[in-house]
């Protein structure tokens, strides 16, 4: 196909070349509004799946800390700061956005840094499908700003049964590291959040 014409670039020339073939202005506007309603429409698409994704993601790392909970962890409850694990899934998902596969392409490693180290929680492979490109491995931190309760020291007593102990705060603050993998510049990025 050869192109015989030249093209003229989008400007009032254009829109006036049409209105001089008798075309009239208020249906140039109005095709001019639906293109820009379909842009419009396809980025509030591209959000919707974004913001869903970001809210599955954020739900994976609140069941992940529930069965922690209770296999791992042998606490009563964990308390996580208020959007903790929605600012967490943010982060995976701009760290994800470079990556050929995106999100799928991933492998998240959850541990928790106790005083006497880290503990793995959880292995999660987003998509088993898809060969992992890189590994995230986020690293949620104990709140230690917080006074022990009169509760915790009462469950130190031998008038409660010793499988039941105390609640386990999170800090807002976390780690992430990633890890490429297959790639020529391998390299480790580590963000403190």
């Known amino acids: ?7 003229k670039p989008k400007s009032s020339e254009c829109v006036s070349e049409l209105a001089d073939r008798r075309y009239d202005h208020g249906c140039i506007d109005a095709g001019l509004d639906v293109w820009l309603d379909c842009l ?11 913001d869903r994704t970001c809210q599955q993601l954020a739900k994976m790392f609140e069941n992940c800390l529930s069965r922690a909970k209770k296999t791992t962890l042998h606490c009563s ?3 996580v700061p208020e959007k903790l694990t929605r600012r967490i899934a ?14 799928r392409g991933s492998v998240l490693y959850v541990h928790l840094e106790l005083d006497k180290g880290c503990k793995q929680l959880e ?3 987003y998509d088993a499908t898809v060969v992992p490109t890189f590994e995230l491995t986020l690293v949620f931190k104990q709140d230690g700003t917080a006074w022990p309760s009169l509760r915790d020291f009462l469950f130190m007593g031998t008038c409660f ?5 105390h609640a386990l ?11 490429k993998l297959y790639s020529s510049s391998a390299g480790t990025v580590i963000e403190e959040c």
């Open 40 to 50: 419009d429409e396809t980025q509030r698409t591209a959000d919707a799946t974004e």
């Open 123 to 125: 292995r999660i492979v």
């Open 90 to 103: 943010r982060e995976v998902l701009r760290l994800a956005s470079c990556e050929p596969c995106g999100l």
């Open 169 to 179: 705060k999170l800090s807002p603050g976390f780690r992430l590291v990633k890890k």
């Open 161 to 165: 049964a010793p499988t039941f102990k």
């Open 77 to 79: 409850s964990v308390l």
């Open 1 to 7: 196909m050869v192109a015989t014409s030249t093209l």
